[in-house]
């Protein structure tokens, strides 16, 4: 299975500061044939699903606000909100979907205002 | 405007079979070219999937829960099912049904969830 660990666990930042969050994945989810990166982000608040940020590790959702970023290849990657709204206190998850199963998640990271 | 809805037991005792359902509206399952999936989330834990189901009936499982879960799909009824046998308190969780963005990928990612149901097992 691949394991897919995020850092830090939970993070306060202030309204309007940078809030970055980090995942890694136990093996590579970098697929060769096509050159893209097997990782999604997603939001969740309490008593929602999950929604989708973030796709191919780079690739914002239709309708995500612009301030949230992916990036990464291979094995780390990083989710990065440029200026933090209050809306975006919520727990993230990062996903590998690459190959076979298990398709698995990160443990998730609490995100909070400081 | 695709929406997905889970139905079914929100209380199962152990040792018993859970059974739920998702009803897809917005997507005809006959032919779709995407696959159709379960995932679950235990009360303030992260995510698990569970399977995926393709229209012609392949599945994908998760091996650690392989044995015990059965996927499958009723196109004349768009819908897809889960049961989960032997069920232990473990299995308590929100039980998501999801479907992906991308075509013909099992595993995501989910772009379309249902919002969820909570089973309990307990006797």
């Known amino acids: 299975d691949i394991v897919m660990t995020q850092s830090p666990d939970s993070l306060a930042v202030s309204l309007g500061e940078r809030a970055t969050i980090n995942c890694k994945a136990s093996?590579?989810?970098?697929?060769?044939?096509?050159?893209?990166?097997?990782l999604a982000w997603y939001q969740q608040k309490p008593g929602q699903p999950p929604k989708l940020l973030i796709y191919w590790a780079s690739t914002r959702e239709s309708g995500v606000p612009d301030r949230f970023s992916g990036s990464g290849s291979g094995t780390d990657f990083t989710l990065t909100i440029s200026s933090l709204q209050a809306e975006d206190v919520a727990v993230y998850y990062c996903?590998?979907?690459?190959?076979?199963?298990?398709?698995?998640f990160g443990q998730g990271t609490k995100l909070d205002i400081k | 405007q695709l929406k997905l809805q889970e139905s079914g037991p929100g209380l199962v005792k152990p040792s018993e079979t859970l059974s739920l359902t998702c009803t897809v509206s917005?997507?005809?399952?006959?032919?779709?070219?995407?696959?159709w999936a379960w995932i679950r989330q235990p009360p303030g834990k992260t995510l698990e999937w569970i399977g995926s189901v393709y229209h012609t009936g392949t599945t994908y499982d998760s091996p650690s829960l392989k044995s015990r879960v059965a996927i499958s799909i009723d196109t004349s009824k768009n819908q897809f099912s889960l049961k989960l046998t032997s069920v232990s308190a473990a299995d308590t969780a929100v039980y998501y049904c999801?479907?992906?963005?991308?075509?013909?990928?099992?595993?995501?990612?989910?772009?379309?969830w249902g919002q969820g149901a909570l089973v309990v097992v307990s006797s």
């Open positions: 999801a479907r992906p963005r991308t075509i013909a990928l099992a595993g995501g990612p989910f772009d379309s």
């Open positions: 093996r590579s989810v970098l697929y060769s044939l096509n050159n893209k990166n097997y």
């Open positions: 996903q590998q979907y690459h190959s076979s199963p298990p398709y698995t």
């Open positions: 917005g997507d005809s399952l006959t032919r779709s070219p995407y696959y």
